[in-house]
């Protein structure tokens, strides 16, 4: 658990009640939270209504994102729960115990918890141990969502490539400082965060590559490197 307290952990949302901030009615209170585990991105909630119903909020029609309350833009924000709906992204639940595994075949370990933080676009990123020595022992590694390079259909393996390893933080303090003090372009709405190590650069390049990969080049050579993956 983190001690901040602009971030918690993925299952902290359930329970959160949801509003909707046309009429100030209560919509119900979110029972699953859905991500896409590569681009690090809430996709949506299963939400329980007050009628007993169970039904989808989409992200996308999400107004904000508080400590107390999620604010859905209004009453009708709300859909029938289809199961096709979030069919692609995992139930955060689903990542817990998932291996993490670099693009070069090393086992850097498990997911043992996902975390959010409470923003208007929430940063998702994952802890990752290596065994439960490593929690007794108090040693934790964080790495963003956005670093994902695939995650297995049965959600038992999350590929990253060899950089987001390397560049694990300690703490989600660290990590958080990386991203913010790092980020200076802004951030499209099809653009993810990838972690890259830092070179010795004096100036903003801006590149793209055969992949469609845009590389970021901070003018400090201090801050963490970004790759901008662009989605196609």
């Given at each position: 658990?983190?001690?901040?307290?602009?971030?918690?952990?993925?299952?902290?949302?359930?329970?959160?009640?949801?509003?909707?901030?046309?009429?100030?009615?209560?919509?119900?209170?979110?029972?699953?939270?859905?991500?896409?585990?590569?681009?690090?991105?809430?996709?949506?909630?299963?939400?329980?209504?007050?009628?007993?119903?169970?039904?989808?909020?989409?992200?996308?029609?999400?107004?904000?994102?508080?400590?107390?309350?999620?604010?859905?833009?209004?009453?009708?924000?709300?859909?029938?729960?289809?199961?096709?709906t979030f069919s692609n992204s995992p139930n955060a639940r689903e990542l817990?115990?998932?291996?993490?595994?670099?693009?070069?075949?090393?086992?850097?370990?498990?997911?043992?918890?996902?975390?959010?933080?409470?923003?208007?676009?929430?940063?998702?990123?994952?802890?990752?141990?290596?065994?439960?020595?490593?929690?007794?022992?108090?040693?934790?590694?964080?790495?963003?969502?956005?670093?994902?390079?695939?995650?297995?259909?049965?959600?038992?393996?999350?590929?990253?490539?060899?950089?987001?390893?390397?560049?694990?933080?300690?703490?989600?303090?660290?990590?958080?400082?990386?991203?913010?003090?790092?980020?200076?372009?802004?951030?499209?709405?099809?653009?993810?965060i990838v972690i890259l190590p830092e070179v010795d650069e004096d100036e903003?390049?801006?590149?793209t590559d055969d992949d469609e990969t845009v590389v970021h080049v901070d003018?400090?050579?201090?801050?963490?490197?970004?790759?901008?993956?662009?989605?196609?």
């Open positions: 658990m983190s001690e901040r307290d602009d971030v918690l952990p993925v299952s902290g949302l359930v329970g959160r009640t949801v509003l909707s901030l046309a009429t100030g009615n209560k919509l119900g209170s979110v029972s699953d939270v859905f991500l896409d585990a590569v681009d690090g991105r809430i996709i949506g909630f299963t939400v329980d209504c007050p009628d007993g119903a169970h039904k989808h909020l989409s992200f996308s029609s999400v107004y904000s994102f508080g400590h107390d309350a999620i604010m859905a833009d209004g009453d009708k924000a709300l859909s029938s729960a289809d199961e096709s817990s115990g998932a291996k993490v595994i670099t693009a070069s075949g090393s086992v850097i370990g498990q997911i043992a918890g996902v975390y959010v933080t409470a923003l208007a676009e929430p940063f998702v990123f994952y802890e990752v141990r290596e065994s439960l020595l490593d929690a007794l022992l108090g040693r934790r590694r964080f790495i963003p969502a956005s670093a994902g390079h695939a995650l297995s259909d049965d959600r038992s393996r999350l590929i990253v490539p060899d950089e987001a390893a390397e560049n694990a933080a300690t703490s989600i303090d660290d990590l958080l400082n990386m991203l913010v003090q790092s980020v200076s372009p802004p951030r499209g709405p099809n653009d993810t903003t390049i801006v590149r003018d400090d050579a201090d801050k963490t490197v970004l790759r901008w993956r662009r989605r196609r």
